[in-house]
């Protein structure tokens, strides 16, 4: 095929639906949120020591399989794609459920699989996660858009932070000057100190290593591509995660002003606060667009990743923060309450606006991929 042709063949558009087998796993996964993660509980784990709920993981990670989806099925895991695990990750926002499954089975998973080797010790610590034995996080700030000079030395010296879920890993995947390297956060001269996090269903830590001992798993350029990889994935599938968060946001306004009445007239029946949650769904529903396609483009490996991610990024940010500011406003005073779960979504999606890259950040991405004057 010449040059010439391959420029004018269309490409094949992506796929934006659920299949079958993703709404049944959406079905699972949503049926255990709501039994083990229902609002009063994320609100009393928020209000104890331990976030997460051990069990709560094993059910998602173990009985669902949802810990392995990106790990090839001869290492353990369920072979399946981008596209299922951004299901998981829509229910986990929708219902603001604290685990990692998206530091763990999806950038720390993703930048071991970008390392290109399945061989010990990559392929046995990809196995350890997609059994859900293990939790590993990827040992860069939460807001990282993309791997920048490490600050950890090859001898495992340095502080980095905040990293998000390092308090709940088993194993730090650390960049430094030296490769990428697996520690473990039981290793001596390795300290994470947890932090006072705005979202306080996604610990954040300071991560310190004096000397610690740990696994090189790759030389630096190597690193280097692969924390790309993963931070990549996590920002696509954060799209997905904001999504989730958006729609319950404006379900629940939705249900509520149905529900409360003045002038004896249901508050959502005046038309302007009708015009406001018109408003909304149009945004959710482009927000869903923008994170499919980001999911689908990661999926299939298409060179137009970078630009959907991007893209999916910059739009679906600013709806979740509309969308949680709706809820809390539009539910009066009962929105401004600890006992009703708005401020959970209203943290969650502020928090998500600055993580792998802020909108600002991904707009700029969008602008040098289209070659457009920076916004």
């Not at 520690?183 to 306080?200: E, I, K, M, N, S």
């Not at 954060?238 to 529900?259: D, F, P």
């Not at 990743?305 to 949680?324: G, T």
């Not at 009066?332 to 998500?352: C, F, N, V």
């Amino acid at each position: 095929m010449t040059a010439q042709a391959a420029q004018t063949e269309p490409t094949q558009a992506p796929d934006l639906l659920y299949s079958e087998a993703e709404e049944d796993l959406r079905a699972a996964v949503r049926s255990l949120l709501a039994d083990r993660a229902d609002a009063p509980a994320v609100i009393a784990r928020t209000e104890s020591d331990t976030p997460y709920d051990a069990q709560l993981w094993k059910a998602l990670a173990t009985d669902i399989g949802a810990a392995g989806l990106l790990v090839p099925e001869k290492l353990g895991g369920q072979g399946a794609t981008h596209r299922e695990a951004a299901v998981v990750v829509e229910e986990l926002g929708r219902s603001v459920a604290p685990a990692p499954y998206l530091t763990s089975s999806v950038v720390a998973t993703e930048t071991l699989l970008a390392l290109g080797s399945q061989e010990s010790p990559v392929g046995a610590l990809l196995a350890e996660l997609a059994a859900g034995r293990k939790v590993a996080v990827l040992a860069v700030p939460f807001s990282a858009a993309a791997s920048g000079t490490p600050v950890v030395t090859g001898n495992l010296d340095g502080t980095l932070g905040p990293v998000a879920d390092a308090a709940a890993a088993d194993v730090l995947l650390v960049p430094t000057t030296d490769g990428l390297y697996a520690v473990g956060t039981d290793a001596p001269g390795v300290t994470v100190q947890p932090l006072v996090p705005l979202d306080l269903t996604r610990p954040l830590a300071t991560v310190t290593l004096t000397g610690a001992t740990g696994t090189r798993l790759a030389d630096a350029g190597a690193a280097r591509s692969a924390v790309d990889r993963g931070l990549l994935a996590g920002a696509g599938l954060l799209a997905s995660e904001q999504l989730g968060l958006a729609e319950w946001c404006l379900t629940e306004t939705v249900r509520h002003t149905r529900e409360r009445h003045q002038f004896n007239r249901p508050v959502g029946s005046f038309q302007s606060l009708k015009h406001r949650m018109a408003q909304l769904w149009l945004e959710v529903v482009s927000a869903r667009a923008a994170a499919r396609n980001a999911a689908d483009a990661l999926a299939t490996g298409s060179p137009d990743a970078p630009l959907a991610v991007a893209v999916a990024q910059a739009y679906c940010s600013k709806v979740a923060v509309h969308a949680a500011e709706e809820c809390v406003q539009l539910h009066g005073g009962i929105g401004m309450t600890w006992e009703h779960p708005a401020h959970l979504y209203l943290k969650r999606a502020k928090a998500d606006a600055n993580a792998f890259g802020t909108a600002g950040r991904h707009r700029e991405t969008v602008a040098a991929l289209m070659e457009l004057p920076a916004p």
